[in-house]
């Protein structure tokens, strides 16, 4: 083996950030963006880090509070060139922030943008990755979620956005210090084709509105696939839609990123918002908050910590849901199946009505196995419905009994969605003989 061999061995694991042991299940945590935007400072952050503590949300895996944008002074430093925070709202410095984050026993997350610039007009990491990555890990920051504004043209293909994106992949693994990488390019380029090399999530669309189904040209495609132009203002339910092909590209480590939750920022009802957070479970979406947690409502509160759609999304198994169906409706909107893996031979199935009315569905088991085959789609399963308590425990996941067909005559509202864990009857007859 030559030296160039051996040193090309020597170098390629350390830019596989996906392989840097982080995000084994999709991440969970806290985002300033979705609520606060620019409106951000010190108070704000470890006001909702020590709300995730007082709401207990830390039990249910939420873990890393993460400062968006606009955390940023007017320029770098002048003379080393490193990043500087803003006076101003972090008078302290970020590393006191993280210090006192970690103090918390939670993880502390920043961002950036892979241009000259970011999103919000500050400045970006694009040809600083050394030093921004080398600041970032002096300040114990363990998340970095990374823009794609200003990028100067340094797009278009995906081999060109990969070097553009492999340099931040590069630096932080270079620090040492374990950083979580989330690329945040849109899905410009087919970053589930290329991201899975550099980084532990990648967002698939342009930015979600807190709003079902709205359509806004700022978010023009109607599929993700060779899309020119992601934008922004993506309505919920399109980016379940772009979600639905790419979800063979994800797996431990490596997420389809369908962006931050918008649960309890007024935009959508219970019912949208109960669909919101099923459907980022199910194919395996990272799920960071994006609300105000210092101040939310008890149904709020009721969604963000079901705690049987989180295993969901947290089953080490690591497979997305895939779209089994989808029928377009007259009266406008669609019905669709989803179906997902999940260990010990269990199951997931969601049925998702994006429709304007309710309606009555016989969900087959022929369908909802179609991957599994003959024996798995007359088999008989116990059901558990996600979305109702056990009244006698209060725990998520109301066993319905034993099915052998299907699920007959599911009456399903507007903008709801039903999701069912699928045990086959067996394994459950074993399971409770175990337990007398």
């Known amino acids: 083996m030559t030296f160039s061999l051996l040193a090309l061995v020597a170098v390629v694991p350390a830019v596989l950030a996906y392989d840097n042991g982080l995000a ?12 606060f935007g620019c409106g951000i400072s010190e108070d704000t952050i470890l006001s909702a880090a020590k709300a995730l503590i007082s709401n207990n ?39 006191d922030v993280a210090d006192q984050v970690h103090n918390l026993g939670l993880k502390f997350g920043i961002y950036s943008s892979a241009g000259t610039y970011t999103c919000g007009g500050r400045f970006g990491s694009l040809d600083h990755e050394e030093i921004d990555a080398q600041t970032y890990a002096s300040w114990g920051v363990d998340y970095l979620k990374y823009d794609n504004c200003y990028n100067e043209g340094r797009a278009g293909t995906p081999m060109i956005s990969y070097e553009r994106y492999a340099n931040m992949s590069r630096a932080l693994n270079a620090t040492g210090r374990p950083i979580l990488y989330s690329m945040c390019n849109w899905g410009e380029d087919g970053p589930w084709n290329f991201a899975v090399d550099i980084a532990n999530s ?38 379940i839609d772009f979600a639905a092909p790419v979800g063979q590209k994800a797996g431990p480590g490596k997420w389809n990123d369908l962006d931050m939750l918008e649960v309890g920022n007024g935009g959508m009802n219970f019912d949208e918002y109960v669909t919101h ?45 895939n779209r089994i169906w989808k029928r377009t409706l007259p009266e406008g909107g669609d019905l669709q199946l989803w179906q997902g893996s ?13 429709s304007p009315n309710p309606q009555t569905v016989n969900v087959s088991f022929t369908d909802v196995f179609v991957d599994q085959g003959a024996s798995y789609q007359s088999a008989t399963f116990t059901l558990y419905d996600l979305w109702q308590k056990d009244p006698s425990s209060g725990a998520w996941g109301l066993n319905l009994g034993e099915f052998s067909s299907g699920v007959p005559n599911v009456q399903i509202g507007t903008h709801q969605t039903k999701v069912w864990k699928a045990v086959p009857a067996s394994n459950s007859k074993r399971r409770d003989r175990a337990e007398l």
Request: aromatic share 10%.
């Open 24 to 35: 084994r299940t999709p991440q969970m945590g806290w985002n300033t963006w979705n609520h």
């Open 57 to 95: 949300l830390t039990s249910y895996g939420y873990e890393y509070v993460i400062v968006d944008d606009c955390w940023q002074a007017p320029a770098r430093d002048p003379s080393t060139g490193a990043p500087v925070p803003d006076p101003e709202k972090f008078p302290n410095g970020i590393k």
């Open 202 to 239: 990648w967002r698939i669309s342009g930015d979600i509105h807190d709003d079902f189904d709205r359509y806004d040209d700022r978010c023009p495609c109607t599929s993700i696939l060779d899309c020119k132009l992601p934008g922004f203002h993506c309505a919920m339910s399109r980016i």
């Open 277 to 321: 957070f099923s459907m980022w479970a199910l194919v395996k979406s990272p799920l960071i908050l994006g609300n105000d947690i210092t101040n939310m409502s008890n149904d709020t509160l009721a969604i963000i910590t079901n705690d049987a759609l989180i295993a969901v999304n947290q089953d080490p198994n690591g497979s997305p849901a």
């Open 342 to 354: 999940l260990v010990n031979n269990q199951f997931v199935f969601a049925l998702m009505n994006t």
